[in-house]
């Protein structure tokens, strides 16, 4: 069964600590994705990647950075943790040219 | 710029009742539209698709038609069970297909 795994389902961190977020996926896929979910705002796209040390703003890049140094993996990095970071992390794949996203079970991190 | 609205939720109804939630996208391009499915605990599942107007996307009993005329994707299903309580998202490709832009979400419970 394909997977795109999330190292974490839950974290909890302090404000100012540096936090990273894994991801990990076993399809083979050129296309990563990180967003956040907050009640009544959907999600929203942080980065994406569409290839190895290739990386992409998204729609709320403020505060986080990524890292894809190997094609299975995405890393989601919080230099300086705010507690308005406090949210669903969700990452996902897709392969080029074809249309569904593979989601992981999210990372729900609070920032105390 | 592109965007997805769905109906505010919550939605709650009783089993076997009919099924509408709303989707309108803003009509810039030639998106692919979609529902995708959180049930509690989980990442987000893949419902059903439509690339191009007038096609139907189906699974699971849920339908939806990709309507350009009135730049709709409005997610039915005939008769809903308790297991269909989840979080709906409604979402459309942008730039060519490289992201997905979504909506802020529907829950539905379904009562016994």
């Known amino acids: 069964d394909v997977k795109v795994t999330q190292s974490s389902r839950y974290l909890v961190k302090r404000t100012g600590e540096k936090v990273f977020l894994e991801c990990v996926q076993d399809m083979d896929h050129e296309n990563m994705f990180w967003y956040r979910q907050d009640p009544g705002l959907g999600l929203r796209l942080i980065y994406f990647?569409?290839?190895?040390?290739?990386?992409e703003k998204g729609d709320i890049p403020e505060g986080y950075s990524v890292s894809r140094e190997k094609k299975e993996r995405f890393s989601l990095i919080l230099e300086s943790a705010s507690t308005n970071q406090t949210s669903m992390y969700l990452c996902?794949?897709?392969?080029?040219?074809?249309?569904?996203?593979?989601f992981g079970s999210g990372t729900r991190l609070t920032v105390v | 710029g592109d965007s997805v609205t769905q109906m505010e939720g919550p939605v709650t109804l009783s089993e076997e009742a009919f099924l509408t939630i709303n989707c309108t996208y803003t009509a810039t391009g030639y998106p692919s539209l979609f529902w995708y499915v959180q049930y509690p605990g989980e990442g987000l599942q893949l419902l059903l698709k439509?690339?191009?107007?007038?096609d139907k996307g189906s699974n699971k009993g849920f339908e939806a038609t990709y309507r350009k005329e009135t730049t709709s994707f409005h997610l039915e299903k005939g008769s809903v069970q308790v297991s269909d309580s989840a979080v709906y998202f409604c979402a459309r490709t942008i730039q060519g297909a490289q992201k997905l832009v979504f909506g802020q979400g529907t829950r539905l419970t379904i009562n016994p």
């Open positions: 439509a690339t191009k107007a007038d």
């Open positions: 996902a794949s897709r392969m080029t040219g074809v249309y569904g996203y593979t």
């Open positions: 990647s569409y290839d190895v040390k290739m990386k």
